[in-house]
């Protein structure tokens, strides 16, 4: 998995990825928002923001950033962008090694995101950096089975990351014994629970 690999399957994607991951993700994007609680002056980052499909669920108020290495997928965010009326910045920036000062939002979040970054750990080290101490950091991904025929399966399409765009074996519990995330609360979210949210407290 490298970078290069994620841009070129998100080109191949981007003019209908609305259309066909859309209803997929919508669930885990309105939990989310939802869960984060943000407030009239919060500012927030969101990593890997995509179509900027979560945008229209802040709250009035709130000021966004919104992040991506793929620019025809910004492009879709900026015009959503455009049309809503908190401040919202997009911004094409690789979130393992971002430009903002320690400390900078309250809140950052990335949906759909960690098992595409080819280096998970330093994406969630920058999120941790850039987010206020006791600030929140809200996860949603789909993490791989532990056993049965689903985590052998998932084994097998792992050589088929660079084409997908993702990394299909993904276990939590090494995600989180590399992160060191201090976790507050996981719910399943989407269609059969398949994906999780992590909400975690920053504490470094």
Not at 111 to 130: A, G, I
Request: aromatic residues 8%.
């Amino acid at each position: 998995m490298d970078k290069q690999s994620v841009v070129s399957a998100y080109r191949r994607v981007a003019g209908f990825y609305d259309r066909v991951f859309g209803p997929f993700f919508a669930h885990g994007q309105r939990t989310t928002v939802e869960a984060m609680d943000c407030r009239p002056g919060h500012r927030v980052l969101e990593v890997g923001v995509g179509t900027g499909s979560s945008l229209p669920r802040y709250p009035d108020g709130v000021d966004v950033v919104g992040i991506d290495v793929s620019p025809e997928m910004l492009d879709k965010a900026q015009t959503r962008a455009d049309s809503l009326p908190n401040d919202i910045a997009i911004r094409q920036l690789d979130a393992q090694a971002l430009d903002y000062a320690d400390d900078s939002f309250d809140k950052v979040v990335a949906m759909y995101v960690v098992s595409v970054t080819p280096d998970p750990k330093s994406l969630v080290d920058e999120m941790k950096r850039v987010c206020k101490p006791d600030g929140e950091l809200f996860i949603v991904n789909h993490f791989s089975a532990s056993s049965g025929a689903m985590a052998a399966v998932e084994r097998a399409l792992e050589p088929l990351s660079k084409v997908v765009g993702w990394r299909p074996s993904f276990p939590m519990d090494e995600f989180l014994r590399e992160t060191n995330l201090e976790v507050t609360d996981t719910r399943p979210v989407n269609a059969f629970g398949y994906w999780t949210l992590l909400q975690a407290r920053n504490t470094t």
